[in-house]
């Protein structure tokens, strides 16, 4: 079965700040990848998904972009974080269109 | 993007009792997951259909894909405090796919 990995699990960054959270997919090959954010108040928001190598589409415009360098490997990352971006920020992926499973998750704090 | 309806938002209800929340669309989904996620984690998937009409259990808990493919539901018997949590309803379409709101459980012993 597969497992998604992602770190780090805690992070604070000051306002401005770049940054990058790396996903990992064990388990599996050319799985989907997703990262979402979770606001307090439980929704989630698709922010990216990706269906392989270099392939991403983004959901929503914002501060942040995503990256596919490799076939089991997501990164989340923005050049200068917004106090906005603060989060629970979730990788998911599945091999196909039928299953999603997530990962533990990274709380962001920008201060 | 699309946001399901998902009720009730919250429950509290006394350790022993059956527990039941439901999903609803404007849209046809193929498949409809159901997950629970503890606080400071990521949902983890309890149970996944992929049929209208598929009733599927695992353990106490029991979902079924409605017959319209626009709704499903999950029920939980003889809840116990580990159940405590927010439960998601997820449906697919294409490659995309989309939450309900939650909803809260509170199980009190």
């Known amino acids: 079965s597969q497992t998604i990995h992602q770190w780090p699990a805690t992070l604070v960054q000051p306002v401005g700040s770049p940054l990058s959270l790396e996903c990992t997919v064990e388990?599996?090959?050319?799985?989907?990848l997703y990262w979402y954010r979770q606001a307090a108040g439980r929704g989630l928001q698709l922010l990216f998904y990706?269906?392989?190598?270099?392939?991403i589409s983004s959901e929503v415009p914002q501060n942040l972009s995503a990256s596919r360098p490799q076939d089991r490997q997501f990164i989340l990352s923005s050049k200068k974080l917004l106090l906005s971006d603060s989060g629970f920020y979730l990788c998911a992926g599945g091999v196909s269109y039928n299953e999603q499973f997530f990962g533990p998750g990274t709380r962001l704090t920008v201060l | 993007g699309q946001q399901l309806n998902q009720s009730p938002q919250s429950m509290f209800i006394q350790e022993g009792e059956d527990v039941s929340m439901n999903c609803t669309s404007s849209?046809?989904?193929?498949?409809w997951l159901w997950y629970k996620q503890d606080p400071g984690e990521g949902p983890v998937l309890l149970i996944a259909?992929?049929?209208?009409?598929e009733l599927t259990s695992n353990g106490r808990l029991t979902a079924q894909f409605g017959i319209t493919r626009k709704d499903s539901f999950l029920n939980i018997s003889a809840s116990i405090p580990s159940d405590v949590g927010i439960y998601f309803c997820?449906?697919?379409?294409?490659?995309?796919?989309?939450f309900g709101t939650g909803t809260s459980l509170t199980v009190i012993p």
């Open positions: 997820a449906g697919n379409t294409g490659n995309q796919f989309y």
């Open positions: 388990g599996t090959s050319n799985p989907n």
């Open positions: 990706s269906v392989g190598i270099g392939q």
């Open positions: 849209s046809i989904f193929n498949t």
């Open positions: 259909l992929y049929k209208a009409g």
